[in-house]
């Protein structure tokens, strides 16, 4: 875990690790990938558009339409043009390809502090857990500047800091997580005889 920790703090430092935005700052859709992938712990570098930096070349060498804008160039060299964020996610893989047909132990709707705990707690036992989140991990603590009443943190922790180590965490025993995946409906069915403590419901 230290070495793949360091290992990533090294890729991060490095120039032209990560994604690479291109558009106008200000733009809605731009602002919305790059806080997508910020809170998923993805560096990120932004090519402005204005004026003559390397963004309007870019743009003018491929003959980008101004709506087909913002750009995102993946790390494997894929160009999405004005993408969604479920697009964003696939071309990183941040979300994995599920299986339908396969049943989990514990299933979790919502990636913030509570939902990774629950993660952790159940996987480090053994279970077989999938975590769903329709936006991104953390949740709102997750953009918080300063956490001081965490357990464990008495000098305090940053939101992003304290979510991105549950995260690992819950990726170390095991669980898996999907994001970004809208839940829609929950269906909870009963076996045909269910069992309380031993005795049968009465319906």
Known sequence: MRALILRRVG?????GAGSVLVG?????????IQRFLTLSGYPVEVLETLGEGKGLALV?????????LPLMLCPDGTVL?????????????ITPELDPTRL?????????????????????????????????RGGQA???????NYLGF????????????????AL?????????????????????EPMVLGRKLIN
């Open 154 to 169: 008495p000098t305090g922790i940053s939101g992003g800091a304290l979510t991105g180590r549950a995260f690992m965490q």
């Open 60 to 68: 003018e060498r491929l003959g980008i339409l101004p709506q087909e």
């Open 104 to 136: 989990y132990d514990v299933a979790i709707v919502g990636a913030g502090p509570a939902g990774l705990a629950a993660a952790v707690y159940a996987a480090s036992e053994g279970l077989s857990v999938i975590v769903l989140d329709a936006k991104a």
């Open 172 to 192: 170390k025993f095991g669980a898996e997580v999907a994001i970004p995946v809208e839940v829609k409906r929950l269906e909870c069915g009963l076996p045909e």
């Open 142 to 148: 997750g953009t918080s500047s300063r956490i001081e």
């Open 81 to 93: 043009r004005d993408p969604t964020t479920e697009e964003v996610a696939a071309c990183l893989g």
């Open 11 to 15: 890729l991060i430092a490095t120039a």
């Open 24 to 32: 106008d700052p200000e733009s809605a859709s731009l602002r919305r």
